[in-house]
């Protein structure tokens, strides 16, 4: 099963990153730390080898993907040599990147968009292809009759003005074209009605949303344990301090409002009541792609015997999501082989902010994943 | 279902915040925090209510409860004003604990032992017993062929001389005289072949060893999110540092080597594999009853990228064993009353090492003690 | 040398701790944790005795201090059976503490503190009496052109409005009224060219600003050690949480403002350059008095190589606050009654923004502290 | 002034980090972060510039400078294209490193050190030669009437067996070669009544012991905070994870009583008291040369009320180490060259136990330091 990875922003960190890495792991250079579908538990579950990816995207910036990945490189977010050992991969890569197409309306740019996909998939000779969203966060996008309805939606479109935020639109092009839509960031991509009613008109699944890689992926796995041994969590405050290009996009308080509304709800969806405490996020220049995350939790016990933990997370965000960004690729390709149309809510493992699913608890989501990967297998 | 909960080492830190806390429950003074079993996943399991539990038990000091609780009132560990409101029932249950007999035989003091089990529920009509031992930690105890065989042990008692630890002795008392038996401690209890023969002999469940209340319980929630994850755990170092009556025998290498060893298995369970680093256990009076432990996780994610997690916890160790305590003597003589025999490994969610159940990760224990209670609700 | 301690704000947490404290240091049942000037380096140094303090004091609410006192022992701020056992000490001070005056203008304002202060002094026999602000963090109040030029201040709070913020409107009809002043908060307090000149007209001393009690404690005992190893601090970001009534103030983002801009004095200060990151305060209601405080530095070492250091601060802001009180009143009565007269630069050692000092690095505080109060000892 | 500096254990981590780290100073490929005496302060004080210094020095080992300059640079202690850049320098010192010598008797070794200490002074044109130990730590050397007196000393090196460790021994033939003799390291070196009666027979000075790079430089910096604000610190816990060689070193029991002693000495100085707690080093391997100590302080504020502060340091310790190894060489030449003779005292900044010094907070040390440099300027 050829599969196409079509990656929008794919001269980001998390992309190039991404690249980097599929590169040396098909090269034998790289082990296959961080890739949730290469444990065991997925070996027959029918899903498409990493020698079966292909990666193409759009981006906005023209930014050679080997300078990108140099820098990269002196950064410590991949491994300089190995950034040198696979020019010639990238090189390759380079050739199925394009500019993000503009237009007079955002039909037109939709239209350009799937004309873009569909090239891609026909000269690839892929089986499915896969479009998925690793651009900046957007601001949260404004509200919208058209964005209820599918018919509204489509009129709006050919109209001048901006109904759709960017990731909605590739959304939108996407499950025109065919292709499922994977939105690895905060912004609204394909959650909305109209356009949930036109993957379903197209048969095609969809999966997000905002990549979980830190500390809501500890809280996670962290606050089943408090809601199971029957603790009562009076505040869980967090912080987040990251550079790099997201850094700097979530310091725009609209960016930031839409992640850190992301982040705060997997406490009061396990938990079952929302603890006292916010959850900040603070652009710090020099810290790059190496995220710390700081969190508080404050607790009572028996007779109200108060206690604390604090955990601090010293993670590097673009080496924690790229590998899931192939792990989604390969699933969601799967799934859509298999005939599954519409939100993918077994892949909340993966996600601040699941759609399709109200599962919270990380023990929760894998136990979800593993039973859909079985069910996605061949008889 | 009038249901007894023999403490052996009644009048420690554990045995009186157990105490002090299950009156105040029973008067409505205290909410239920930290009481798994008051959790809604409950409500039909046929264990016995907070009401039915009627406490006694043994101890080799004779401080009065009273006086202990209250100490414990000063500390912070229990409400000072609820130690004042329970006096009365506090010298109620003063009357059922009894000094731990001795003997010129180790035979002649475990039927002493079982005198007052069998006086104790007679005399409060109970229908179930369960021995708990929350006494002071074993240093490990030596081996010895009688530990192997019940007959050969039976035997060996009747010699003079120790061939049982303190903590075996104790759950062959209880075993022989029809009671099931919890070990909240790391000391040996009843994991002796010998004593598993006798509990299937005599038809009593048991349940063990050692209490999961602070490092070793994030460490299992922990742990699975970095296996789940396919990110590689190159160390994994613990520091605990607590004072109190416990943290003064930990601080003896005998005991500490049993309790380092406990607290080591988790990991290798979750992870498939050892990380480097060492868990360290240390005495540091003043703390008293407040533990602190501090985990350094340094770990590798995709192309080797390294990455670290810290975490600190400060708990106050007799509050969240004392809860674990009450639940545990419920489950188990909801166990025995349902005619569960030998180890139950479902109540591996309350343990650092469980005794019959090789699942170390938190979820899947939650997943099995609610499958488990939930199995012996009447039909 | 007879005393008297005026706290503006008196019936919030610091002033009762203050209060609270005092009666039991002098009724020996407590130690002298935390009071600086009992350290045997001010043995010689001439400032008042604890015995010889009368305190008195400004607060708009009305609750009593004995039911204040209470609820700081139900908090654990102070030991609840020291409030117990202070009530009759605790109903003395009562006596002294007026409803803060209204007036039609705030000359009136002035006039009528002026009077309570008077009346209090001349009532109490007082040698000296400096004036504390403890109350509330103010918004950071607008500039004026009033606040540069003593007559026309004088002219402009004669007319109806409010030319003044609260703090500063104090520290006025102190220095009318001969006393000496202290602001403890970050509010404008003395430090206006116009104040300046009334207390240097009134030859009168006066000190501020911010109590250091925490986070900010820490940075200026700390931050030295970077810049004498010539280590390169890129940033230092820093999160504040904490409840209680400053909390809440803190929580308003004019108070905010005010307060983190005094943070981030200490380290461009002492380093020579300005770091990246912010440091932020974030209201956890449940927290209370309780304030943690966390903050992160990377920093570059020899060739560049990048490290990290961490810190978390929980400390009783009042019970940190407090002592610190007394030791200020102490000291500044001191200075006035050996003539001293403006800004007491000396005492920068206890606050997060002085007055009257550039210097910012605790030790150098220190060593200037005690240079200060040796030079205030009687020949 | 051509200054020679001899490491003894040259192809170590910290000596191969210093002599990198000098090549690119002197060629302008790097700053001089870390650099202590680069900070303006000792602009007049008289030290031999960066270009003056010549390095040589001993070691057990033969691996290649290079190659071991490659490993840090692998290992991210050293920029790796730094490593490329110096080859050239880095070979030059590769000729001036000479196998420790061996011999029948300990005084045939120093004779066969003085003669490679004295032939690289001369070849080399030295004014002056410190011999720096940087080689592993050794284990606490047993007491010796030897080391009492040096007539005595100097007859039992003549005799077959060991009676001076090798830090001593080495210490001894730089003194009797008329080279000063810094310690870096816990071991013994100078710091026995025969060797300080040998530094002032020879006229030289000497310094010790145990750089001060991370956890303790912290101590050194905070515990007086501690003691100024009059909090009592109830207890001071450590725990340090290491690996790398010194790692390895410091888990023989051995070497870690002779390190965690050294440790424990500020607080004690500092505070005037010794709090609870224990300071652990443990062994990481995988951790290599970056470091993290981890520290919780327990401590009591007004009225007793209890509070907690807890740090963290990721510390690279060559990287840390290798400027202050420069920095000792410079100063301790200068003071040999102002006729300083015995214990440099005044360069307790740079030590976790200072030699001929009670001083042990980081400030006064500081202040020391700069009044000794200062007064080493030609007049």
Redesign the interface.
């Known amino acids: 099963m050829r599969t196409g990875v079509w990656l929008v922003g794919a001269r980001g960190s998390v992309g190039v ?1 991404a690249i ?2 599929l590169s ?1 792991l098909r090269a034998g250079l ?7 579908t ?2 065991p538990h997925f070996r027959e579950a029918g899903i498409p080898p990493l020698d079966a990816l292909v990666v193409g995207g759009h981006d906005i910036v023209d930014t050679p993907l080997q300078k990108r990945a140099e820098e990269l490189g002196a950064a ?5 040599d ?1 950034v040198s050992a696979m020019s010639a991969e990238i090189a390759e890569v380079e050739t199925d990147i394009r500019p993000l197409p503009g237009g007079a309306t955002q039909a037109d740019i939709a239209e350009a968009v799937m004309a873009d996909l569909t090239e891609f998939r026909n000269r690839r000779a892929l089986d499915e292809l896969v479009v998925v969203n690793v651009a900046s966060t957007e601001p949260q996008a404004p509200g919208d009759p058209a964005h209820d309805d599918l018919d509204t939606l489509r009129a709006a479109l050919r109209q001048s003005g901006e109904v759709l935020p960017p990731s909605s639109l590739i959304a939108y092009a996407a499950f025109e074209a065919g292709c499922s839509f994977v939105d690895f960031t905060p912004s609204t991509g394909a959650r909305l009605p109209a356009l949930d009613s036109l993957a379903r008109e197209r048969r095609v699944p969809y999966a997000g949303s905002d990549g979980k890689t830190g500390e809501t ?2 809280r996670s ?2 606050a ?2 408090f809601a ?5 969590v ?2 869980w ?1 967090g ?1 987040n ?1 990251l550079g790099g290009g997201d850094g700097a996009r979530l310091a725009e308080p609209g960016a930031n409002a839409a992640k850190t509304q992301s982040k705060s709800k997997v406490l009061e969806s396990v938990l079952g009541y929302r603890p ?3 959850t ?1 996020i ?1 652009f ?4 790059g792609d190496f995220k ?1 995350a ?1 969190d ?1 939790i ?1 607790f ?6 108060r ?10 965000d673009s ?2 999501a ?2 899931l960004v192939l792990d989604l690729a390969r699933l969601t390709a799967a799934a859509q082989h298999a005939g599954r149309v519409g939100p993918l809510g077994e892949l909340g ?1 993966f996600f601040k902010d699941p759609v399709g699913t109200a599962e919270a ?4 989501q ?1 136990a979800g994943l593993i039973e859909f990967a079985t069910g996605l297998a061949p008889a």
Chains 1, 2, 3, 4 share one sequence.
């Open positions: 990153t980097v890495g040396a790289a082990e296959t730390i961080g890739c949730v290469e444990l410590g977010v991949v491994p300089a190995l992926l500890v796995a962290l089943p344990m199971q041994r029957n603790l009562r009076n505040s405050s912080t301090l006292q405490g916010v900040r603070d710090v220049e020099e810290l710390t700081w508080l404050s009572s016990g028996f007779l109200g015997t206690m604390r933990m604090e955990l601090t997370w010293h993670g590097c080496a924690l790229a590998p493992f608890s990380l023990a929760d894998w």
